[in-house]
């Protein structure tokens, strides 16, 4: 067997500087390209945690009357006694934790100015709203609080509100006229996602009824799972005679849209990247076989076949590629890693609440698309260089024996 | 036995519109065992009938029969199998693959024809002592002189056993001295082992081993004689 990695060797090193430059075009470019798939994977993952955890879970139950973009309250649109029902919910087996939750739609005021909010009141014992615990100041409700209120950090900047300060909160009641009251702001929360904390406001959920006139009813009950795989599992377990059940498949199908479209930008921006890439690669080749026109008119002479003079290109271009493919991934998952952990800040990019990010994207590669990033790369450059090597096989001897001279 | 027959062969080179007729119904028959010389005047198509025997090229039209093998028809492929084991070449320019040392270049051949590493080392070796080479087993062609890499090549086109050994202006790029011993040394394995030997060349160091002379004169055989070369 001829060795025709030896060759390959050889022949690249003939080269060294030109061998070198189009190995590092690849790898330039494999490492572009890791870190874009890490970028994009950091930024779906955050956004469905994000919007799983603050805004939809993993399933809700609400009356099957309820129109989610209304925010009303009127008690058609409610479910009763959901304290009862959260907790049948709850003794489901794959069922983590399960909640009431009641919105209204509302206006804030403070010195002049007025802001419109979400209101939700929440049962402020339940882990299902530990996302909202974490504090830039003050203290999280109590269940019992009568005059307490929970804001967001950015709404906090915006009107200039402090611990201890007091609004003038509007609220649309149940039977569609409008009540208010004076609310101390009792602590101001972040979830590190601006779209989200600067529109939504926190109240007990006794207040929060008693305030709209809700009774004791909710808007739904939001559920998180063990594992949120088995949602549409458990979604046939709850009783649905008068409920609507949604897993957060349903719930998001916005995102999972953006998530199958950012997939099919990145596949775009790889074959665009690739393509460049080898081109490079390629030329080089070119190059190359041109440079030994009269050396494979001599191995032609002396017998080898055309296949084998591919399998001898092929297998410089194999090294080039292993090469460029190699560093070039160290280098991808280098930045992947760096980025994953320290985060890339893009601030409040102002994206409605179908769709939550969180203000700093942290990079997240998956093997699994890094190994398809490099079978592609190594594939890719394989298929690509059969052109020069083809033309090399091609060459007639005699001509190729003349050239030179 | 016949190694090489061609029949009323003409080659006519096209570039754009002009065409030129480098061989003009030549017929040569080559006997086994010869150690023939092409001769003539520049152009005359020396090189030409050298690439037609060789299976490098195909004519015109007209027959060429290698080792009883009618080649006209053949694919790439099969030309390239051909050569492999029945013809060895020895190029003007040395020929040799600057990345492969002299061992190695002398190895190629072999390899080609899917020889086992014993088998190679020693034909190898062989060559080396037969050519005087022992010393520069391990030396790439720009570590040689001219005379060193073209009895490498001289080696390289013997590797396989050729019946057929065609070289082409040989000692051309050659002083004196190194012109004299790869003729030497071509001469010695024509008589000892029966190889067959077809130079196309100017010089008369060359013509005077030759057995036969072949004069080519603007794509014709002027004349053809044996003679009694040393
Ligand atoms: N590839 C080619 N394309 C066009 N014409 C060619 C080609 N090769 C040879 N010729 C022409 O064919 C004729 C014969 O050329 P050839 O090389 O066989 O001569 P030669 O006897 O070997 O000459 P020299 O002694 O100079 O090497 C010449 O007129 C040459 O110009
Ligand atoms: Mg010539």
Redesign the pocket.
């Known amino acids: 067997m001829i060795n025709y990695f030896k060759l390959a060797y050889r022949n690249l090193g003939r080269h060294r500087r030109r061998s070198l430059l189009s190995g590092l075009a690849l790898a330039m470019g494999t490492a572009l390209l890791m870190f874009l798939a890490a970028f994009f994977q950091g930024e779906m993952r955050s956004a469905m945690e994000s919007t799983l955890r603050l805004n939809s879970g993993h399933i809700q139950v609400r009356d099957a009357d309820y129109d989610p973009d209304k925010l009303s309250v009127a008690w058609d649109y409610l479910i009763e006694d959901p304290e009862q029902v959260s907790a049948q919910i709850e003794a489901l087996d794959q069922v983590d934790v399960a909640t009431p939750r009641l919105f209204a739609s509302g206006i804030i005021t403070a010195q002049n100015d007025s802001v419109g909010v979400q209101i939700m009141g929440i049962d402020p014992a339940s882990r299902a709203n530990d996302p909202y615990r974490h504090l830039v100041s003050g203290e999280f409700l109590m269940a019992d609080d009568r005059e307490g209120i929970l804001i967001g950090y950015p709404l906090a900047q915006n009107l200039a509100l402090n611990v201890g300060d007091q609004i003038n909160l509007l609220v649309n009641t149940s039977d569609g006229t409008v009540d208010e009251q004076l609310f101390t702001v009792r602590g101001i929360y972040t979830t590190g996602t601006t779209a989200y904390d600067k529109g939504i406001v926190f109240l007990p959920l006794k207040k929060a009824q008693a305030f709209s006139g809700a009774g004791n009813r909710a808007s739904m009950i939001f559920v998180l799972l063990k594992d949120r795989e088995q949602a549409e599992f458990v979604a046939e377990a709850i009783p649905s005679q008068n409920f609507k059940v949604e897993t957060w498949r349903e719930l998001n199908s916005l995102l999972v849209l953006v998530n199958d479209f950012s997939n099919a930008y990145l596949t775009v921006i790889n074959l665009i990247v690739l393509g460049i890439t080898v081109t490079v690669i390629v030329n080089t080749m070119l190059m190359s076989v041109f440079e030994r026109t009269r050396e494979i008119g001599i191995l032609s002479a002396i017998g080898m076949k055309g296949r084998q003079i591919i399998a001898m290109f092929l297998a410089e271009a194999s090294l080039l590629a292993l090469g460029g493919v190699t560093v070039g991934s160290l280098a991808g998952w280098a930045l992947s890693a760096y980025f994953g952990k320290v985060g890339i800040y893009f601030g409040d990019l102002g994206l409605s609440a179908d769709m939550l990010l969180e203000d700093r994207i942290y990079t997240y590669l998956t093997l699994e698309s890094a190994i398809n990033l490099i079978v592609t790369a190594f594939v890719f450059t394989l298929i690509a260089s059969l052109y020069p090597a083809r033309m090399a096989s091609r060459m007639e001897p005699?001509?190729a024996l003349?050239s030179a001279q | 036995m016949e190694v090489a027959k061609l029949t009323d062969v003409t080659r006519i080179?096209k570039?754009g519109e002009v065409e030129?007729r480098?061989l003009n119904g030549v017929s040569l028959t080559i006997e086994s065992g010869e150690f023939t010389s092409l001769v003539?005047?520049?152009?005359?198509?020396?090189?030409?009938?050298l690439q037609l025997i060789g299976c490098l090229d195909q004519p015109t039209s007209g027959k060429v029969i290698i080792a009883g093998k009618e080649t006209t028809g053949l694919s790439r492929n099969q030309r390239a199998d051909l050569r492999k084991g029945t013809i060895g070449f020895v190029f003007q320019f040395f020929a040799l693959i600057p990345t492969l040392t002299a061992y190695e270049n002398i190895e190629m051949p072999l390899l080609l024809n899917g020889k086992t590493a014993a088998q190679r080392k020693q034909r190898v070796m062989d060559l080396l002592s037969a050519v005087g080479m022992t010393d520069r087993a391990n030396n790439r062609p720009d570590q040689l002189s001219g005379g060193q890499q073209q009895r490498v090549a001289v080696a390289r086109a013997l590797a396989t056993d050729p019946k057929l050994i065609l070289a082409?202006?040989p000692t051309a790029n050659l002083d004196t001295e190194n012109g004299e011993q790869v003729m030497e040394i071509m001469k010695k394995l024509n008589k000892e082992t029966g190889t067959t030997f077809v130079f196309?060349t100017?010089d008369p160091r060359v013509i005077k081993y030759a057995s036969r002379v072949v004069t080519?004169h603007d794509?014709l055989i002027e004349k053809d004689s044996k003679v009694n070369g040393k």
């Open positions: 005699v001509e003349h | 080179y570039i030129t480098a003539g005047p520049s152009g005359s198509g020396k090189t030409t009938l082409d202006e196309a100017h080519l794509g």
